[in-house]
């Protein structure tokens, strides 16, 4: 998953003396002594703060928090379950869903230990929202540093990796066309 955070980054602070400054900024902080909900609290109110910034969350459709936790509720996802979202964004449904799960009575080692590496599947085609959404579910730990990443980089209209699951979490599909053009028995091409 590290790998994939950090895939192309690349650092655009162009002064040295303003980088210096930002690292010994960071350093100061006590980053492992902070709870995991602290940092992934952080982590989603800058998310937040940037969508309410750009008007598109890190490029593309902010879903607002609160709506999705209402979602979350109407849909009462157990644990033990899989969740996919198909064009999951920054994760904000994942998050919400890990939260319900949570705090449900009774959870078990078992069902924690498959909430962190079994539940939560997506897809996002936008290589940088992609970095957030397995950054955001990093800090609020969801997945393995080491492990394989559960959101792919594939196009959720167009595959389909096999995989079947027991609830779907989502936004519809916004801002992306997509076709597929197919050439018929006939010979006839359609999309």
């Not at 909430?115 to 950054?135: D, H, P, Q, S």
Request: with cysteine; net charge negative; proline share 5%.
């Amino acid at each position: 998953m590290l790998g994939q955070i950090f895939a192309k980054s690349q650092n655009k602070i162009q002064s040295p003396s303003k980088l210096a400054r930002i690292t010994a900024m960071i350093d100061e902080q006590q980053w492992s002594l902070l709870d995991v909900d602290v940092k992934g609290e952080i982590y989603e109110g800058l998310l937040e703060k940037n969508a309410e910034d750009t008007k598109s969350g890190a490029g593309q459709y902010f879903t607002p928090r609160p709506l999705i936790r209402a979602m979350v509720e109407c849909l009462q996802p157990e644990a033990l379950k899989t969740i996919v979202d198909p064009a999951c964004g920054t994760g904000g449904f994942f998050l919400a869903a890990y939260d319900y799960i949570v705090k449900q009575p009774g959870l078990d080692k078992g069902a924690r230990k498959f909430m962190k590496k079994e539940t939560f599947y997506g897809n996002e085609i936008v290589a940088n929202t992609r970095r957030l959404c397995l950054m955001n579910m990093y800090l609020h730990d969801i997945g393995e540093i080491d492990g394989e990443p559960t959101i792919s980089p594939n196009d959720a209209l167009i595959t389909d990796d096999g995989r079947r699951h027991d609830y779907v979490l989502a936004n519809p599909l916004f801002g992306k066309k997509s076709s597929i053009t197919i050439t018929n028995a006939e010979g006839n091409v359609e999309k």
